[in-house]
């Protein structure tokens, strides 16, 4: 039987307008694919391992990195942004805290490192290196400090391992809400694998912290920043920089003397 001719006019139209609905499914099903390529770029970041001076062995390969003030007696674990050269670092931390050991190790997949960055990698890689940097200083205190993506590192190694003192650079809540933000057509919080749930690992610190918030953060718009620090149990020392963005917060001199004062400062009482 032939079908009405009516209805044979509908079809055209019916695929029309079901055709940006098949295009939005398309696109969420190509950024739950690739979406590790959105949260880490580390080309930029590739160099040889010549000049490093720090391994440790992890998943039968070495991710190597450096070390500076080796024999101090505490030290300090930096854990950098998705895109950063940790190592460009060095000659701050090595001006701001001679007192300190420092640690600069990039994230596998990173810098000289081989293997495929995400989050239970990347924490387990980090609280790897903090049993093994607590091995190297045994008597000494312990310092995190993690900027932007190494906030979410940072916040969990903090949960789970004894930090004398924690830092966080534009930090946020967690990844869901900040790409929520960016990409706001999307269902990102159900596509996406690698959350860093900040707001809820930091339940579990009750340490004194220390936040860096940039006031003209286009990456984590303030407002990341200021749901994390309303949601912690211990309320934070902030340091704020309302001009800064997000990248050319440390070009401050005021974000390495605010970092060295509180990482100096004797505990507070009662902590």
Known sequence: MAEPRGRRRMWPWLTLAALPLLLWLVLCVGMYLQQRHFIYFPQATRTSAEGTNFELGRDGFMLRGWQLHPQRTDALIYFGGNAERVQDNAVDFDRSLPGWSIYLLPYRGYGPNPGAP????????????????????????????????????????????????????????????????????????????????????????????????????????????????????????????????????????????AMAEFLQAPAASGR
């Open 118 to 257: 995400n989050e239970a990698s990347l924490v387990a890689d980090a609280l790897a290196l903090y049993d093994d940097v607590r091995r190297r200083h045994p008597q000494g205190r312990i310092a995190v400090v993690g900027r932007s993506l190494g906030s979410g590192v940072a916040v969990q190694v903090a949960a789970r391992r004894p930090v004398d003192r924690l830092v966080l650079v534009t930090p946020f809540d967690s990844l869901g809400e900040v790409a929520s933000t960016h990409y706001p057509w999307l269902p990102v919080r159900w596509l996406l694998r690698d959350r860093y749930e900040s707001t809820r690992h930091l339940r579990a610190r009750q340490g004194e912290w220390l936040v860096l918030r940039a006031g003209r953060d286009r990456v984590v718009p303030p407002r990341h920043t200021d749901r994390l620090i309303a949601t912690a149990p211990v309320p934070p020392r902030v340091v704020d920089f309302p001009e800064a963005g997000h990248d050319d917060l440390s070009l401050s001199p005021r974000y390495w003397s």
